[in-house]
């Protein structure tokens, strides 16, 4: 075969693709997307299965709301902080060290957070007023549709707690969907003023 008639096969092929024939590659996009929808979960239980994702949401969710609210908010460089945001009030408020936890899976009657984090070869140690002044807990309610699958819920619920407040505690419980008793932490629920006093 000749130069020329190479060419002109090539040229063909283009001309064909672009009158509507698939390129060869396409037809592995639907295959894996229908493997992915046979799982039989969905993206939100994926979500809550990886605690490190549903964290990034949760940190996401702060960033927005926070910044709604008309707080200010700067986020330490690279991941070695123990705080996830540092925030304050516009108009001269305190420099707040903040760490976000997610919480979504109900357990006994509440949502559960631990107010640690890891130490190389110490373990988990509580946060103390050493490593931030705020604690934020971001509980996102379980809830099931009829078939029972996790959808996602019509509002989630905010606990900002200072540091002192949890002194010595490993695990928090959250009841935010309980009305007829005032569990430990209800006092902390969207309690956004904690920013503003400066912890």
């Known amino acids: ?47 809550r299965r990886n605690p490190k994702r549903m964290g990034e949401l949760s940190q996401a969710a702060f960033l927005v709301k926070a910044q709604a609210m008309g707080f200010g908010l700067a986020l330490p460089w690279g991941d070695s902080e123990k705080y996830d945001f540092i925030v304050w009030a516009h108009g001269g408020g305190r420099l707040l060290r903040v760490q976000v936890k997610a919480t979504g899976r109900l357990h006994r009657g509440g949502y559960d957070v631990q107010p640690v984090y890891s130490s190389r070869g110490e373990g988990k140690k509580t946060y103390t007023v050493a490593d931030i002044d705020v604690l934020v807990a971001h509980v996102i309610p379980e809830k099931k549709n009829g078939r029972g699958r996790i959808v996602l819920p019509e509002k989630d619920v905010w606990y900002l707690l200072p540091v002192g407040a949890f002194s010595g505690v490993k695990s928090l419980r959250f009841f935010p969907e309980l009305k007829s008793r005032a569990p430990r932490w209800e006092g902390y629920r969207e309690a956004w003023e904690w920013l503003r006093l400066g912890g």
């Open 1 to 47: 075969m000749g130069w020329g008639e190479g060419r002109d096969q090539d040229q063909n092929q283009d001309q064909g693709q672009r009158a509507g024939a698939p390129a060869l590659h396409v037809g592995f996009i639907p295959w894996i997307r229908a493997v992915a929808e046979d799982s039989g979960e969905s993206s939100v239980e994926r979500r």
